[in-house]
């Protein structure tokens, strides 16, 4: 059984993290789908809001698990004892990032822990969760970036009626 972790904040969830959890879990027997539980960073959505959205979001397919955790993404893939790691490549400017992290999971696993990288569909290469939530805090229209019942979420912490687009 080959299994990998998707890790992220997915706040909230987009079409892109829908697009890399779909392919990723084709790919792979099991996928868990874990959220980072990051105290020192700001959230729009609580950790369990985001897990309810993102369980909702990817309910039919079936080797997809949603789970939280907190500290090092790599002590956390260690204690599962899985050692792939996905991450989506929008740009070049996720890249070096994205670089120096998995070299240093690599590392610092002795050469156990590996990152998979799936480059973006086009349509969704521009797609952010901090894009979404800066678009909604206006009132504009996010219906092409996240499901329907993560926009109504999203315009409710906004105090803004969610009418579909
Ligand atoms: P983090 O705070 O760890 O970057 P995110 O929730 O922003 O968490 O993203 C989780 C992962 O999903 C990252 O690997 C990020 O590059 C990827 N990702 C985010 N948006 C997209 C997108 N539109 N298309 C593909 N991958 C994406």
């Known amino acids: 059984?080959?299994?990998?972790?998707?890790?992220?904040?997915?706040?909230?969830?987009?079409?892109?993290?829908?697009?890399?959890?779909?392919?990723?879990?084709?790919?792979?027997?099991?996928?868990?789908?874990?959220?980072?539980?990051?105290?020192?960073?700001?959230?729009?959505?609580?950790?369990?809001?985001?897990?309810?959205?993102?369980?909702?979001?990817t309910s039919d397919i079936s080797n997809v698990h949603i789970e939280t955790f907190s500290g090092l993404t790599l002590q956390y893939a260690l204690d599962k004892d899985i050692h792939v790691l996905i991450r989506g490549l929008r740009a070049v400017t996720d890249f070096e990032y994205e670089l120096q992290i998995a070299q240093t999971n690599r590392k610092f696993s002795n050469d156990i822990v590996d990152t998979m990288f799936l480059t973006t569909s086009l349509q969704y290469a521009y797609l952010s969760s901090s894009v979404v939530k800066e678009i909604a805090s206006y009132g504009g229209d996010i219906s092409l970036s996240v499901p329907p019942q993560v926009a109504r979420r999203v315009y409710e912490k906004y105090g803004i009626e969610y009418r579909s687009h």
Not at 5 to 13: K, L, Q
Not at 14 to 31: N, P, Q, S
């Open 1 to 57: 059984m080959k299994s990998a972790i998707y890790p992220g904040s997915f706040d909230p969830v987009t079409y892109g993290h829908l697009d890399i959890i779909h392919r990723a879990a084709d790919i792979f027997d099991e996928l868990y789908v874990s959220v980072l539980v990051n105290s020192t960073k700001s959230s729009l959505f609580s950790v369990d809001e985001r897990v309810n959205m993102l369980k909702e979001v």
